[in-house]
């Protein structure tokens, strides 16, 4: 319990630097029911023409139920340096799945984050749709899903909310090697409704390398295209990063 807690208190204080939220990169499968979880963190101190300080923390919790399951998982960032802050960004993402046959599921999911360096105040989210296993070998596992969401957006300098409706596409794949070796890939695209020339598309990769039966290293890699950003935001943004992950359940 004091896990749990201390868990909880983790993910009310996140949130994360992307705008398009990778949850197939968190999701986590299980043959016993009950909770699982990991937790990851990265810290990064440098010295150059300024003292520079970097901090990436988050998790999830999945608690397994027959034919369902729920989600929660958080994320946050944050540089820097001689009293600047570089980035600061996170989100909170609640998520429900329900499974309709062996090879389809429902899903529910809300949204809340921020971004500094995309000048997101906050952004609320709400959606609904379906996810489809496409494959069932134990080392190749290839998924598609589609949703409907509604979002609620608030950017710096500006008075007025901005309401939109998407439609949310994602194709994820991961391959399993060796028992010790996993690289996953997932790519989304949700273009606005009735205004298609206003779409994000994010491509995000892991390779992931197992240290113990609990403890891994992983290493990512971003790339975000968005049509419509706030003035002096750059529409294509990238990353790299490499962190430490540790699981824990049943």
Known sequence: MKLIFCF??????VRVEAQVINIEQVRMSSDSLGLHGDVKLQLSIQKTTKSFVSISNGGHLTYFMPRQSVLLFGN??????????FTNNGSIHLRYNRSLSNRIELELFSQSQFNSLTKI???????????????NYDNARFYWGIAYMNELEKLS?????????????????SLLPQDDVSFSSTTYVQPRFGMLSDYRVLNDNELSLDITDRLSLSINFQIFYDTETPSSVPNLTYDLSNGLNYKFGN
């Open 76 to 85: 946050y960032s944050l540089a820097k340096g001689e009293g600047e802050n």
């Open 8 to 13: 909880g208190i983790l993910l009310l204080c």
């Open 121 to 135: 105040d906050h952004r609320f989210l709400n959606g609904v749709g379906l996810r489809f296993q496409l494959t």
């Open 157 to 173: 300098g500006n008075s007025q909310d901005l309401f939109a409706n998407r439609f949310s596409s994602y194709f994820s794949f």
